[in-house]
């Protein structure tokens, strides 16, 4: 009897709780007290994107850019700008993050930041199924607080490298190049992008382009710094013109002459200095040269030894036009800058010959050490003599090239 008015009590405020839930104001009202389960910020709106995005590159397999492929990656772009706004401007060190959160969201791009501002990246993004789909960059950068970007094609590129850099003008306060890379392995070559700052930090517009800086064919080339004011000048390393008295090998390893230019910023990129690479090839290039045209002094100044001049006498080098009378032999398992190279010989139209050509460097000039003959009349290299022959690696002092006829020179 004492528990009575408690039992009442207990069952008068459960008839109130039940007629406040079964009321249709009350549900409403209710609801609001329930725990939701807890998600990252824009968490749903980043996965729509990344299955936007995903669903369109899933049906494209093209290397060309389509309307398709746009927007596809106009998905992806958002999906990017909110990890870097994420990040915020001072946090852009840690861009290169993008990558794995695109892999968990099944999608690809590769990030590259300027180095001395990252809040300045560039994202190559590409179709996950196939890297020779159609692919697009951007560039992002941020205007305060707010996140920018802007696409840029790169035509088929890949492996792209970012420099930014103040200016100091109000009309272009900022300039970025992007390095990048068309075709693979043997057959690659540098190409260059331009861009500049409009004044409102908006976005970017092209200065120079592709064809506009000519780097000189297939090779690499990168971003230097050569006097030190923090803005970049490019070096490229390119395939020079083969001369005719060598067969041309066209595998990578295989001797050939190389081409650096250097381009430095003036109204855009331009050529400042070119120049063939010193390289035991080089070298010989040059002494063979010297010698078919008669050019004594020069060719004594590119050896270790006389006898070396007069192996080369021996062998007919003396006035040699023939075309294509060397043809480099490929190195197999060698040091990747061999200082022998072998080539077969036939000055009468016919490879009858073996040579190998010994190399000695004398304060970063190479010069001819020997001449050593493997094989003669047709018949297999013999390597066993050619291991016997001791080369002469003690250069002569006098035997320094003398200025102007340096091996590599201009």
């Known amino acids: 009897m004492r528990s009575a008015p408690q039992q009442f009590a207990l069952a008068t405020v459960l008839a109130l709780t039940l007629s406040l839930v079964l009321a249709p104001g009350a549900r409403a009202q209710s609801s609001s ?27 494209s397999n093209s290397p060309e850019l389509s309307e398709r492929e746009v927007v596809a990656y106009r998905w992806v772009d958002k999906v990017a700008k909110a990890y870097f706004h994420t990040l915020g401007p001072h946090g852009m060190a840690a861009a290169g993050g993008l ?43 941020f205007r305060g607080d707010e996140v920018r970007s802007q696409p840029i094609n790169l035509k088929g590129g890949h492996d792209p490298a970012l ?56 090779g690499t080339a990168t971003f230097v710094d050569l006097d030190g004011d923090d803005i970049p000048e490019i070096i490229s390393w390119v395939r020079g013109a083969p001369d005719t008295m060598f067969v041309p090998c066209n595998e990578v390893g295989c001797p ?3 081409t650096e230019r250097t381009f430095t910023l003036e109204r855009g990129f331009e050529l400042y200095d070119q ?27 590119l050896v270790t030894h006389p006898a070396v001049l007069e192996k080369s006498r021996e ?8 075309k294509g009378v060397f043809r480099a032999i490929a190195p197999r398992g060698a040091t990747r800058w061999p200082d022998r190279l072998r080539f077969q010989y036939g000055p009468q139209g016919k490879y009858d010959s073996v040579l190998e050509v010994r190399f000695a460097s004398n304060q970063g000039h190479w010069l001819i050490d020997d001449i050593v003959t493997l094989s003669s009349g047709g018949g297999e290299p013999d390597t066993t003599r050619a291991a016997q022959v001791p080369p002469h690696t003690a250069p002569r002092a006098h035997t320094t090239p003398p200025k102007g006829a340096k091996a590599g020179g201009r």
């Open 33 to 59: 007290f329930l725990l939701k389960p807890w998600h990252p910020a824009n968490t749903d709106s980043v996965t729509q994107w990344a299955i936007e995005g995903r669903n369109l590159l899933a049906e």
């Open 99 to 141: 990558e794995a959160f695109l892999d968990s969201l099944k999608l690809k791009g590769s990030v590259v930041s300027d180095r001395e501002y990252p809040a300045f990246s560039f994202v190559l993004f590409s179709n996950p199924s196939h890297d020779d789909y159609a692919q697009l960059g951007y560039l992002y950068w």
């Open 163 to 218: 420099r930014v850099w103040w200016t100091g003008r109000q009309q272009t306060p900022w300039q970025a190049g992007i390095l990048y890379t068309m075709g693979r392995d043997y057959d690659r070559a540098p190409l260059f992008i331009l861009l500049s700052m409009i004044p409102t930090g908006a976005g970017w517009q092209p200065i120079q382009a592709d064809v506009d800086v000519d780097f000189g064919g297939k």
């Open 256 to 258: 050939e002459l190389l």
């Open 275 to 301: 120049r063939t690479v010193a390289t035991p090839f080089a070298t010989l290039v040059l002494f063979v040269r010297s010698l078919a045209t008669g050019k004594e002094a020069i060719a004594q100044s």
């Open 315 to 322: 062998l007919g080098w003396v006035h040699l036009h023939r």
